[in-house]
Each structure stands twice: as structure tokens, then as C-alpha cells.
Nanobody, 121 residues
Framework: QVQLVESGGGLVQAGGSLRLSCAGR??????MGWFRQAPGKEREFVAARSWRGGNTYSADSVKGRFTISRDNAKDTPYLQINSLKPEDTAVYYC????????????????WGQGTQVTVSS
């Protein structure tokens, strides 16, 4: 069982940056993903990376601004989010999968509780 806990969210002005962390025993999983859910909207894919293959995927809306990475020594995945926009406001979730990277939430086995990111204009 993999338990995930996100941190690093907060209130930031448009144009600012945050780094989200995902604590948990993630070294054994094949893929880490990040999703987000804004009020009144469905959960949407943000980015994912398969650690062994090194393939990284990201949503068009965040390409060039969001980067998924991992500190292997700390066994901690991160989501670096730059050039934040008000439309990035959402609860951000990390997720882990024993399979290949996927854009679909249903393909992820483990989820954190989420961390709130609020971007003011």
C-alpha cells in the first residue's frame, strides 16, 4: 500500500511559482502523476512521468510552465509550477501507478488527499 501526502500549496499572485511535493513510499511505483480539480469541474490531468523509462507527459495548458521531477535521495516527487495563472487555481493531487503513464485518473492506484493552490490576479 502506497500512502501519498501532498504539500506545498498556497496562495500566490499571478506569475508566481510553487513547488508541490508528494511524500510517500513512491520508489517502487512505475509512474507518478499529478491531477487537479477546480470547483465545479472534473478532475483533470496535469502531468505524469514514468520513472524507469523517463517518459514525461503534460497537459497542453501547462506545457512549458509545469515540470514533474523526483529527488531520488529523498524518494520525493515534485511538481514545479511556474508562471501561475488564476485558471490554475485548484486542488492538486499526486497519484501513483504501477503501470505506464496515463492521462486518465482511473489508471492510477494510489492518491493523496490534495493540496490547495490559489492564484490571485
Amino acid at each position: 500500500q502506497v500512502q501519498l501526502v501532498e504539500s506545498g500549496g498556497g496562495l500566490v499572485q499571478a506569475g508566481g511559482s510553487l513547488r508541490l511535493s508528494c511524500a510517500g513510499r513512491t520508489f517502487s511505483v512505475y509512474t507518478m502523476g499529478w491531477f487537479r480539480q477546480a470547483p465545479g469541474k472534473e478532475r483533470e490531468f496535469v502531468a505524469a512521468r514514468s520513472w524507469r523509462g523517463g517518459n514525461t507527459y503534460s497537459a497542453d495548458s501547462v506545457k512549458g510552465r509545469f515540470t514533474i521531477s523526483r529527488d531520488n535521495a529523498k524518494d520525493t516527487p515534485y511538481l514545479q509550477i511556474n508562471s501561475l495563472k488564476p485558471e490554475d487555481t485548484a486542488v492538486y493531487y499526486c497519484a501513483a501507478s504501477d503501470g505506464y503513464a496515463s492521462y486518465y485518473a482511473r489508471d492510477y492506484n494510489y492518491w493523496g488527499q490534495g493540496t490547495q493552490v490559489t492564484v490571485s490576479s
